[in-house]
T-cell receptor
Framework: EDKVVQSPLSLVVHEGDTVTLNCSYEVTNFRSLLWYKQEKKAPTFLFMLTSSGIEKKSGRLSSILDKKELFSILNITATQTGDSAVYLC??????????FGQGTRLTINP | NAGVTQTPKFRVLKTGQSMTLLCAQDMNHEYMYWYRQDPGMGLRLIHYSVGEGTTAKGEVPDGYNVSRLKKQNFLLGLESAAPSQTSVYFCASWEAGGPNTEAFFGQGTRLTVV
């Protein structure tokens, strides 16, 4: 059975801290790993990772995939209150299916 | 560009009532999905479609039916609503074949079954 597990489930930090969110996966016919940010409504796309060891960056956010150990991390540096959200990772498998993890609820306190 | 549009945004049903959620996308995507999101459970796939006229079951299909009569629309039906179906429902669409494309989500439908 396909499985995506995120940790921690919840994280509270102070503004300016750096955080690392984890995502491990066991997905058959794996194609890529996606990260989404969800605030009040629809998830919004952050990154798609298909190759091991290649870091993707967008501003203060970065992510990397390890296809041998079957995990990915999402880093956020110099956190801001606007980074407070639920962060979802998903394994993309054959037949264009996305299997999501439970999400990590990140709270940034001023 | 509207993207993915879900209707309605909110609904309260009584146990046993039926309803249909509509998802419409204007990006000509082949693949469409219905997910439900419950606290602490992430997004769970209910049903999905890989093209007009096709549907397939996801992880939690029981109690739901779907139809994809037109490429741009994907309907999710609840024939006899139960309190366990209280959830937030998200529709998503995806472009077929591309390895570096993302799934686009609608804004969600908050359904309460009393």
């Amino acid at each position: 059975e396909d499985k995506v597990v995120q940790s921690p489930l919840s994280l509270v930090v102070h503004e300016g801290d750096t955080v690392t969110l984890n995502c491990s996966y066991e997905v058959t016919n794996f194609r890529s790993l996606l990260w989404y940010k969800q605030e009040k409504k629809a998830p919004t796309f952050l990154f798609m990772l298909t190759s091991s060891g290649i870091e993707k960056k967008s501003g203060r956010l970065s992510s990397i995939l390890d296809k041998k150990e079957l995990f990915s991390i999402l880093n956020i540096t110099a956190t801001q209150t606007g980074d407070s959200a639920v962060y979802l990772c998903a394994g993309h498998k054959g037949a264009q299916k996305l299997v999501f993890g439970q999400g990590t609820r990140l709270t940034i306190n001023p | 560009n509207a993207g993915v549009t879900q209707t309605p945004k909110f609904r309260v049903l009584k146990t046993g009532q039926s309803m249909t959620l509509l998802c419409a996308q204007d990006m000509n995507h082949e693949y469409m999905y219905w997910y439900r999101q419950d606290p602490g459970m992430g997004l769970r796939l209910i049903h999905y479609s890989v093209g007009e006229g096709t549907t397939a079951k996801g992880e939690v299909p029981d109690g739901y039916n779907v139809s994809r009569l037109k490429k741009q629309n994907f309907l999710l039906g609840l024939e006899s609503a139960a309190p366990s179906q209280t959830s937030v429902y998200f529709c998503a669409s995806w472009e077929a074949g591309g390895p570096n494309t993302e799934a686009f989500f609608g804004q969600g439908t908050r359904l309460t079954v009393v």
